[in-house]
T-cell receptor, first 114, second 116 residues
Framework: DQQVKQNSPSLSVQEGRISILNCDYTNSMFDYFLWYKKYPAEGPTFLISISSIKDKNEDGRFTVFLNKSAKHLSLHIVPSQPGDSAVYFCAASAKLTSGSRLTFGEGTQLTVNP | SAVISQKPSRDICQRGTSLTIQCQVDSQVTMMFWYRQQPGQSLTLIATANQGSEATYESGFVIDKFPISRPNLTFSTLTVSNMSPEDSSIYLC?????????????FGPGTRLTVL
């Protein structure tokens, strides 16, 4: 049972344009969501997070949107840069019921073309 | 954030042997986690390791196969026992940093294990 799903295995965008990465979840107990970026041969790097009490969180070029009714979140990167090319994972936790355990999506490979 | 190191960074092992992976953090943390990323797949939590208590294992993972030690607040080890080729994965440790309204896990660089 895949509770966190990233349906797009890959995404290609032009430098300077917006990248939108999507994530869907099924567990209504999830109350905290995170996005990570992963380069080959490195561990995941934390990007941005959002609590279920919010619907938007912004940090520089990165914005995460949460639609609880649709059980959907998205990460917007604008403007996209070639250095953003990496695999992006969304993750979720149900802190009130399951503590800090993270459930990850399958990842989306983002390629930003110069 | 947190500075996390893992040893070894990679290894190639023979089936039936065991490998112990070390995770060192630059400051004291309460909760440490061990994940596995099999080829082409996502990260899966193996267990949660708190200092002074037994590790808590996720469904599908057992202590006999993945014994964990947590001797202090900056260090943990994960052993992959009696290895088979199916254990070939990247093994990652992570720690949780608690902030105002945020609890974030930070990951080490990973240990790439190949079992022949």
């Amino acid at each position: 049972d895949q509770q966190v799903k990233q349906n797009s295995p890959s995404l290609s965008v032009q430098e300077g344009r917006i990248s939108i990465l999507n994530c869907d979840y099924t567990n209504s107990m999830f109350d905290y969501f995170l996005w990570y970026k992963k380069y080959p041969a490195e561990g995941p790097t934390f990007l941005i997070s959002i609590s279920s009490i919010k619907d938007k969180n912004e940090d520089g070029r990165f914005t995460v949107f949460l639609n609880k009714s649709a059980k959907h979140l998205s990460l917007h990167i604008v403007p996209s840069q070639p250095g953003d090319s990496a695999v992006y994972f969304c993750a979720a936790s149900a802190k009130l019921t399951s503590g800090s355990r993270l459930t990850f999506g399958e990842g989306t490979q983002l390629t930003v073309n110069p | 954030s947190a500075v996390i190191s893992q040893k070894p960074s990679r290894d190639i092992c023979q089936r039936g042997t065991s490998l112990t992976i070390q995770c060192q953090v630059d400051s004291q943390v309460t909760m440490m986690f061990w994940y596995r990323q099999q080829p082409g797949q996502s990260l899966t939590l193996i267990a949660t390791a708190n200092q002074g208590s037994e590790a808590t294992y996720e469904s599908g993972f057992v202590i006999d196969k993945f014994p964990i030690s947590r001797p202090n607040l900056t260090f943990s080890t994960l052993t992959v026992s009696n290895m088979s080729p199916e254990d070939s994965s990247i093994y990652l440790c992570s720690v949780e940093r608690t902030g105002v309204g945020t609890d974030t896990q930070y990951f080490g660089p990973g240990t790439r294990l190949t079992v022949l």
